[in-house]
């Protein structure tokens, strides 16, 4: 497992690029996704975003928020990142679950899972570069059905941190 990728995967968490990842950058990620696909915040698929960008900041803290500070620096995100995927890639992704299950939501109300073309939309929201968003969700339908169920975006999360771009 490299560190080296590991840090780099920090800056898409980063969103404000202050150089920490706290509370609000899983806001400001709840609150892009919601403005991209016209949702918002009070409905309750918007609340139920914010909950699961609830969750997966809980989660990161949890196992990397050393100091207790609320704030996780690109250190301790990758000294936490590090032990977690030793430990188990997947147990790591479950963090992100509730966050992604409420982005498929938003994003493609229609279910089940997402569209590729909401999913590409998703990525470019959450600062993914055009190319590589492309890619991603052409790796992440694994069935080629066009769709990308939850449970493929749980593995491609752990996957992001462990495969070479």
């Known amino acids: 497992m490299d560190e080296r990728r590991i840090a780099a995967r920090f800056t898409g968490f980063d969103q404000d690029g202050n150089g920490y990842i706290d509370r609000e950058d ?3 990620a709840a609150k892009a996704l919601l403005a991209e696909f ?7 698929k918007g609340q139920a975003l914010f909950a699961g960008a609830e969750a997966f900041w809980q989660g990161m803290a949890g196992i990397a928020d ?5 704030r996780v620096t690109r250190g301790e995100f990758v000294t936490g990142a590090v ?10 992704a479950e963090i ?11 994003a493609d109300p229609e279910g089940p899972g997402i569209g590729a073309d909401a999913a590409r939309r998703a990525l ?28 493929e975006l749980v593995r491609g999360f752990a996957a992001y941190f462990t495969v070479p771009e």
């Open 26 to 28: 899983f806001y400001a």
């Open 38 to 44: 016209g949702a918002t915040a009070r409905c309750d």
């Open 66 to 70: 050393v100091d207790g500070d609320q």
């Open 83 to 92: 032990k977690r995927l030793r430990d188990s890639p997947e147990r790591f």
């Open 96 to 106: 992100a679950r509730p966050f992604l299950r409420g982005a498929i939501e938003v």
């Open 124 to 151: 470019r929201v959450l600062g993914v570069e055009e190319r590589s968003a492309a890619a991603a969700v052409a790796a992440l339908d694994a069935d080629g059905d066009g769709r990308i169920a939850e449970e």
